[in-house]
């Protein structure tokens, strides 16, 4: 059981032990997440949008926003998730912070070390240590997000249609909508959705889509005993076959040797 089920760090090196698809696998929380890279560098998607990340940079990713990460084995950081504080004053959009002001970097990082002290302590007054820890995390996102739009004040048209995509697969990925389906709900042709999901993430809108898809596939296959017919039938896939042919053509395994094998 954990102590303080309202907040949880997680270093990168959870992040990946284990299987790796765990850590890049398409997907969404119901928590908001902070994540804070301190060396290293790799790709991250969020709401459709592709960027490198290196060392210093602060991921906000809100709850339910599909996101993907790619990292190299070098890549250290921790993972803050806000999991029981409705109350806090967090950002409702996704924002991807570059932090190079030295001094703005050490206060995240001892904000991040005083909130595991507290977890791990389990002293008098930790609750409400904790709460405060939270609290001045919010102001420290809210502060560097200010700096930065500053400069870049309003996302491009083309980033507003690929979150609009992204919110709309997290909450329908597992129906049988097609990418023109998305593109007719969003108002413009399929080939435009793709032409755009490709300028921001590098990836066709039938990739995000299919991406999705195989990685809830993974996690269902790998962590629960359903039939692979009723994961099939859940994700929206037309017979079993098809999804079979669809998930060995993404990942190099049958659903089967898949399940198997973790």
Not at 38 to 65: C, E, L, M, S, Y
Not at 240 to 260: D, E, I, M, N, V
């Amino acid at each position: 059981m954990t102590l303080f089920p309202e907040i949880r760090l997680t270093p990168f090196s959870r992040l990946t032990q284990g299987s790796r698809w765990r850590a890049e696998a398409m997907r969404s929380y119901a928590s908001p997440q902070l994540v804070w890279i301190t060396k290293g560098q790799g790709r991250i998607t969020v709401a459709g949008v592709t960027q490198g990340f290196g060392a210093h940079n602060a991921i906000f990713i809100p709850a339910h926003t599909m996101h993907g990460l790619e990292m190299t084995a070098q890549a250290f950081g921790t993972a803050v998730s806000f999991t029981g504080m409705p109350d806090l004053d967090l950002p409702e959009a996704p924002h991807h912070l570059r932090i190079r002001d030295n001094a703005v970097q050490v206060e995240l990082t001892m904000l991040l070390d005083q909130l595991q002290r507290e977890i791990e302590g389990k002293r008098l007054g930790a609750q409400q240590a904790i709460r405060h820890y939270a609290g001045l995390l919010c102001v420290w996102l809210e502060r560097q997000i200010e700096v930065a739009e500053e400069g870049d004040p309003a996302p491009d048209s083309a980033r507003r249609l690929a979150a609009g995509f992204a919110a709309l697969v997290e909450k329908e990925f597992r129906s049988s909508k097609s990418v023109s389906d998305y593109a007719a709900q969003l108002g413009v042709t399929a080939t435009h959705l793709t032409r755009i999901c490709n300028q921001t993430c590098g990836r066709t809108a039938s990739e995000l889509l299919a991406e999705r898809k195989i990685s809830e596939a993974r996690r269902l296959l790998a962590d629960t005993r359903a039939p692979i017919k009723d994961i099939a039938a859940s994700l929206g896939y037309a017979s079993p076959a098809y999804f079979t042919r669809a998930f060995q053509a993404r990942t190099g395994h049958a659903p089967l040797s898949f399940r198997k094998s973790g």
